[in-house]
């Protein structure tokens, strides 16, 4: 009997701690799904729970914002899935207006009748004044604020005005003119903010404000929108790190297909996404691709789909031109010949999908409406014997061991690249054999530092590497390059890590940056590539692929694997569960 | 007893001085907080990096970061994190999530150590004995991960398959936004389903290990003088083994199980990253380690390294109340 009283203790016990346990997890409550579709889809988010909403700062400059955000707040133009940039037909009443006379550009936005924020305010010319006067500067003697990412493109603007009926049309005027003029107050990481909201009382403490951004559990302020979704504070449940959207009862365009859209963080585990996709509890995946992974979704068909595309990220090498092999072009060529590239694309993006390709510019890629091959025959496929006629041309002997030398120094080169990471160590693996029968000797080495700062002797910066593989994200913001190409000067690499250069890139840069039209723009970037192919500092190799899977049941989700992201489209999104 | 304790927590505390200070020179050599910035494109102008240098302190010298962070640790602030939130905040909210996930694992755990231990001494080279042993060893031979996979994989899917319906849950610890919608019992029921499988997940592979302390500490309290005393005073075998050997052969499992927890609330990391709990294992690695963040890791460290303490006190009280002698001591 005693025995008994004490199980039935412990029993009691065990089942109210497991009450306990269990209903005392972080939850979200309100969900305020009305104003909008039905239903609800979960997306298994792989990039890390955020720590700010505010995408500005570093802290919210993140992929999970970005998709958090790709449809919260306005924004000018965006870029399609097929990376073409059209404008914003909900936020825009027409196409913006580009002209440039006597050198000064000037374009005009004529803000649609209808368009408010979600607290019924609307969106007005002060708004992209407010947003403009938010990036101009970084300097806080100017009255800008050091916590900004990026102020490119709104430092150059001379003055933002409204006019017209209700201040709806806003005439932007540039001190010089602008390139890349359709990245401005475009995509979730720069949109247009609501000054009635946002605006401080100084420039202080704006800056203040701006450096503090919009921490996670505190939400938006004021839970403001100006997209078709909108994000309460009570549906950030921080703990779970899930993130709930709900329509926005006053958004002007096409109401939401759907009643909720939940981002859950479901960690960067591809196993995890499949699983969770397979079991149900997430409908839309975004993993990092990865061949067992795309068959075992590919398995789960018809009750899910997926699509594999190649994104703007792509896979380069660079050659540091200080080292004293590599500062002759002769041997960078020989490189470059005795590459086969096309090997390399099938035995590593090619595994993914038969779309892959070797990418033949630096500018653009593929699948860019712009991408022209710029590359020179003797690049397009492997080239050994010319690689090695041009060595023998430069003085290069070749040695007992089959590897070149010259002055005793041999042609042996290593190959720097993140840790961790299969695709690439597949790739510089490929690329071994195919230099040595160039007489070209390589070694791969895995790099923890590579991307650290000046302090740290092998880092790209610090310029202690020969040759390195990584990627640059391509964008059809075409200006952000120059800092990749341009001379160097003095210890200021900026980007340039090969540190080669000439004047005529240079030159074709500054008038690049200052063309606002962008099929002359077009024009000027390829010009430049085929210089870039001249001066072989750098040799592309192929775009890398995203992999989208989701629920069959969901309607018109497709992948957008430019900046815009999986997101891109959400409200569009319809689900029959 | 007083005073031991006493003793014990003021060299606990010379060990987390020691610990913090040796992983802030590990950390403050090898982490570059401001790497990820520099491959940006557009790269950040040089007021960002100035300004991020001056609030992480990076331009101080080594020994004043240090006492900047103990001072201020002291006081029960942990700094910030890079991205500027409190790591005080950040804390005990994923000390909570692992602390829910541990819980029913480790009572399940212990049960069934003691249980199997016992029973595997008692009936030593029996059918039985060679049945819990090689379950045992099995157990512990299985990566976490793969273990871990298993369940989801097996488990989950069989039980929702047969069920017809989601019973068991692989991610997280609730279905999204269950708590704006659901009933009462829904809920319950939800979680429930999302803490099944860590728990057993968990639970296994720590009383794989208990199970064999028990076994072999029990066989040792079986062969001893007393226990023979025991039976020629005339105890029946069960009282004996139930009243003076088990209690006895609990002391060095009351050790192993007390570092276990402690251990265990630095974070599951495996199960945490298989479950998609973001409890303290996860922060160690992914805020922490991932994002270079001296103030996470250190964090992290302290309060690990005070349960790891805290249960070791917890052993020592439970010594004294197992072992009489040890209390008069």
Not at chain 1, 164 to 193: C, E, I, M, R
Not at chain 1, 516 to 540: F, G, H, S, Y
Not at chain 2, 58 to 63: E, G, P, Q, R
Not at chain 2, 171 to 193: A, C, K, N, Q, V
Request: glycine fraction near 8%; include cysteine; proline fraction near 5%.
């Amino acid at each position: 009997m005693k025995f008994s009283k004490r199980g039935a203790a412990l029993v009691a016990t065990g089942v109210a701690g497991a009450m306990v346990l269990s209903a005392c997890g972080g939850g979200s409550s309100d969900s305020g799904s009305s104003g909008g579709g039905s239903g609800r889809v979960i997306v298994g988010e792989s990039a890390d729970f955020p720590e700010n909403l505010f995408p500005l700062i570093s802290a919210g400059n993140v992929t999970s914002v970005a998709n958090i955000e790709a449809q919260l707040f306005p924004s000018a133009f965006d870029v399609k899935p097929d990376f073409s940039v059209e404008y914003n037909q909900d936020l825009l009443t027409e196409e913006p207006t580009l002209d440039v006379t006597d050198g000064v550009q000037t374009n005009v936005y004529t803000i649609n009748p209808d368009a408010v924020w979600s607290d019924g305010e609307p969106i007005t010319a002060e708004d992209f004044i407010f947003s403009w006067q938010l990036q101009r500067s970084s300097d806080p003697a100017d009255g800008g604020c050091a916590a900004l990412l990026n102020t490119t493109g709104y430092s150059s603007i001379a003055s933002v005005e409204g006019s017209g009926d209700d201040d709806k049309t806003v005439t932007v005027t540039y001190t010089t003119p602008y390139a890349d003029w359709q990245g401005l107050w475009s995509g979730s990481s720069n949109p247009v903010f609501p000054s009635h909201v946002l605006k401080a009382a100084s420039p202080e403490a704006q800056c203040e404000a701006t450096t503090a951004g919009w921490p996670i559990a505190d939400g938006i302020p004021q839970d403001i929108s100006g997209g078709p979704w909108q994000i309460k504070k009570d549906n950030i449940d921080v703990g779970s790190q899930i993130v709930t959207l709900t329509p926005n009862e006053n958004w002007y365009g096409e109401p939401t297909g759907l009643a909720q859209l939940v981002i859950q963080n479901i960690g960067s585990d591809p196993t995890t996404a499949v699983q969770g996709i397979q079991n149900q509890e997430v409908g839309v995946i975004y993993p990092q691709p990865q061949l067992d992974l795309v068959g075992q979704v590919a398995d789960l068909a018809p009750e899910v789909d997926s699509s594999i595309s190649f994104g703007l990220s792509f896979e380069h090498l660079d050659f540091n031109t200080t080292d004293p092999l590599l500062a002759d072009p002769v041997v960078r060529q020989a490189f470059g010949m005795a590459l086969d590239r096309q090997e390399i694309v099938d035995q590593t993006v090619g595994q993914f999908s038969s779309d892959a390709q070797v990418l033949d510019n630096r500018i653009y890629v593929n699948n860019q409406p712009q991408y022209v091959d710029n590359a020179p025959d003797e690049y397009k496929t492997q080239n050994t014997a010319q690689a090695k006629s041009l060595l023998e041309g430069a003085g290069y002997v070749l040695g007992s061991d089959g590897i070149y030398a010259k002055d005793g120094q041999r042609l042996s080169f290593q190959i720097d690249t993140t840790a961790n990471n299969p695709l690439r160590e597949t790739t510089v693996n490929v690329m071994i054999p195919q230099l040595k029968e160039a007489g070209i000797e390589a070694t791969f080495n895995a790099n923890p530092d590579i991307f650290a700062g000046p302090e740290k002797p092998t880092s790209l910066i610090a310029g202690g590497f020969q040759i390195a593989l990584f990627a640059w994200v391509a964008s059809p913001f075409i200006t952000s390059n120059e800092s990749i190409y341009q001379q160097v000067t003095g210890d200021n690499v900026g980007q340039n890590y090969s540190r080669l250069g000439t004047p005529e890139i240079d030159a074709l840069f500054d008038e690049l940056v200052a063309q606002p039209d962008p099929d002359q723009a077009a024009d000027l970037a390829n010009q430049i590539d085929v210089l870039l192919w001249d001066q072989m500092a750098t040799i592309p190799l192929y775009q890398k692929p995203t992999f989208l899977a989701w629920n069959s049941s969901t309607e018109n989700v497709e992948d957008n694997a430019s900046q815009s992201g999986p997101l891109w489209n959400s409200s569009t999104w319809t689900t029959s569960q | 007893m007083f005073f031991f304790t006493i003793r014990r927590i003021v060299a606990s505390v010379l060990v987390l001085l020691a610990s913090s200070f040796l992983v802030f020179v590990l950390c403050a050599a090898s982490f570059d907080p401001l790497a990820k910035y520099y491959s940006r494109n557009p790269q950040p102008p040089p007021e960002f990096f100035d300004q991020l240098r001056t609030q992480l302190g990076l331009d101080d010298n080594f020994f004043v970061r240090y006492w900047h962070w103990l001072s201020s640790a002291l006081t029960g602030d942990f700094g910030q994190t890079i991205g500027g939130t409190a790591v005080t905040d950040q804390l005990w909210g994923r000390l909570w999530v692992t602390g829910r996930m541990i819980f029913f694992a480790v009572v399940i755990a212990v049960v069934l150590a003691i249980l199997v231990g016992v029973v595997g001494a008692v009936r030593q080279y029996k059918p039985s004995d060679y049945a819990f042993t090689f379950l045992a060893y099995l157990l512990i031979a299985l990566p976490t991960f793969w273990f871990a996979a298993l369940l989801k994989e097996f488990v989950a899917g069989g039980i929702n398959d047969a069920f017809g319906r989601q019973v068991l849950y692989t991610l997280g610890e609730e279905s999204p936004g269950i708590s704006s919608y659901g009933t009462p019992s829904e809920i319950f029921w939800d979680r429930l389903g999302h803490l099944v499988l860590p728990t057993i997940c968990l639970a296994l592979l720590s009383f794989a290990a208990w199970s064999r302390f028990q076994r072999s500490a029990m066989l040792d309290v079986l062969g001893s003088d007393y226990m023979r005393l025991a039976r020629a005073k005339g105890l029946t075998y069960r009282r004996t083994v139930m009243k003076h050997g088990l209690r006895n052969a609990l002391i060095p499992l009351t050790t192993v199980v007390a570092l276990g927890i402690g251990t265990l609330f630095g974070g599951a990391i495996i199960t945490e990253q298989v479950f998609v709990w973001h409890g303290m294992g996860e922060y160690l690695l992914k805020n922490g380690i991932g994002q270079n963040d001296i103030n996470v890791v250190l964090g992290w460290l302290l309060i690990s390294a005070v349960f790891v303490v805290l249960f070791n006190l917890v052993a020592d009280v439970l010594y004294a109340v197992l072992d009489p002698r040890i209390r008069l001591a």
